[in-house]
């Protein structure tokens, strides 16, 4: 135990010997690049060096050196570009030269940055931020609004508060798209002009009438739909019932905005659905009369139209293996040593398959015209299998045998685990009900597919 803090120390010393050579190694590399004049290279390596030991006098010294050429490099290119009359490049030139020093800056390693370099800028930027206001304005004007728009936002990220820029970037982005919703909106493609207005939105909550455009194209195309009672074709009584049940779960939990499940409450309205599922069919007369009398645009049938569960026998087969044992013996130095042999057993495996198929026929039929706009099947299901070994020997010291008949060493984690394995499978009614589920889950996925199709 006394050893401890001694280890200890010598692992401290030797981390921090190491953290040492690294900074060294990378002073090293800077000084190469810094005699062929790569000064920026050198930097990056002095950087580095600095970062792995920071209490290095030679690497703090080398960065100042190299770090102040770097900086004074970023900001003869401001100079050369603002005497040429590049404004835009000059701002780049010293915001990189600004990033720069401010990088260096947090290792403790302080550059001079002119006075005057800091003077120059104001009065560039100011230029600069004159002509992004007109060249925004101007391709406003023109009704270029991609244009307008990142001419206003670079002013924004500039000067956040520079004049009016932050509301004609606003105007830039939304007019184009509120033109859009209305054009969508004439045309009668209600989603399209429910996502536009939607963008508009998010972007000013005030523009123009987007949110009573918006109001309208949802109420314009809101698909409600009544659930009548489903049929059941399957030898399995009750799913019907059980499928009503998890396909108006699903339907609840759609997120799309045009959706809408009617209000089943008033129970004279649910013996009139009971009906007209009975009844098969609707004339077109038949099912403006029963849209007008549930509320709704759309009626939704369906049938259980198979339900198969195939569970098979228990299957058994008999597998050799092999059980390890110990015999005790005397080596040629007179001392008790074990060595282990394998005799030949057999154990059982057994096995056993259950599977669910469900097939669920989805009818949906327009409550205004009378036509059915979607007859489809869905097929899911779900499936279950156990397989386990029984021995009655040493399970601790049970092996496999190999194709050849040997002893198969690895595969003894393999027969534990099977061993422990589960021997039942899943119930029936709970693998029928995740069959159930599943269907119902695909289901939704149909009919909001299907309404995306009917309300573009």
């Not at 820029?165 to 184009?176: D, G, H, I, K």
């Not at 909106?185 to 996502?195: C, D, F, K, L």
């Not at 597998?319 to 044992?325: A, F, L, N, P, V």
Request: aromatic content about 8%.
């Amino acid at each position: 135990m006394r050893q401890l803090p001694y280890l200890f120390l010598l692992t401290s010393i030797i981390l921090v010997f190491a953290g040492c050579n690294g900074s060294k190694a990378f002073v090293k590399r800077g000084m190469k690049m810094e005699e062929v004049g790569m000064m920026e290279q050198a930097g990056n390596y002095y950087y580095s060096a600095v970062m792995r030991d920071r209490s290095n006098p030679e690497a703090l010294a080398a960065m100042q050196r190299a770090g102040q050429w770097v900086l004074n490099d970023h900001i003869r290119a401001f100079d050369d570009a603002r005497l040429a009359g590049n404004r835009e490049g000059a701002v780049a030139s010293y915001e990189q030269a600004e990033a720069y020093f401010e990088k260096i800056e947090k290792i403790a390693v302080r550059l001079l940055f002119p006075e005057s370099a800091k003077h120059a800028y104001r009065n560039v930027k100011n230029a600069h931020l004159d002509d992004l206001y007109n060249q925004g304005m101007e391709a406003l004007e023109n009704e270029i609004f991609v244009d307008a728009q990142s001419a206003f936002n670079e002013i924004i990220r500039l000067e956040p508060t520079y004049e009016d820029a932050a509301a004609l970037a606003s105007v830039s982005y939304c007019e184009p798209r509120y033109r859009q919703a209305s054009s969508f909106m004439e045309s009668g493609a209600w989603r399209s002009t429910y996502n536009q207005c939607r963008e508009v939105l998010a972007k000013d909550p005030d523009y123009k009438d987007a949110a009573e455009m918006m109001d309208e194209a949802l109420k314009n195309g809101q698909f409600t739909v009544a659930i009548v009672a489903f049929q059941n074709g399957s030898n399995r009584s009750g799913l019907e019932t059980k499928f009503r049940s998890y396909v108006q779960q699903e339907l609840a939990q759609t997120d799309d905005p045009f959706f809408q499940l009617v209000d089943r409450e008033n129970q004279a309205l649910i013996l009139q659905e009971q009906q007209l599922a009975l009844s098969g069919m609707l004339d077109a007369g038949t099912a403006v009369e029963v849209g007008g009398l549930l509320g709704a645009k759309t009626l939704l049938k369906g049938n259980v139209v198979d339900c198969e569960v195939v569970t098979s026998s228990l299957r058994k087969s008999d597998k050799q293996g092999y059980e390890s044992y110990r015999v005790e013996r005397v080596n040629e130095n007179g001392k008790k040593v074990y060595d282990t042999k394998y005799r030949p057993v057999m154990y059982r495996e057994y096995s056993r398959s259950r599977s669910v198929e469900i097939t669920f026929q989805v009818i949906l039929i327009s409550l205004e015209t009378g036509r059915t706009e979607l007859s489809e099947m869905v097929t899911k299901g779900s499936s279950d299998e156990v397989r386990y070994i029984r021995y009655d020997g040493n399970r601790n010291n049970l092996y496999p045998a190999s194709s050849t008949g040997t002893v198969k060493r690895t595969g003894k984690s393999q027969l534990k685990r099977l061993m422990n394995a589960n021997q039942e499978l899943a119930a029936e009614s709970v693998m029928v009900n995740n069959a159930v589920a599943e269907t119902a889950r695909g289901i939704r996925v149909l009919i909001e597919n299907e309404l995306k199709r009917l309300i573009p």
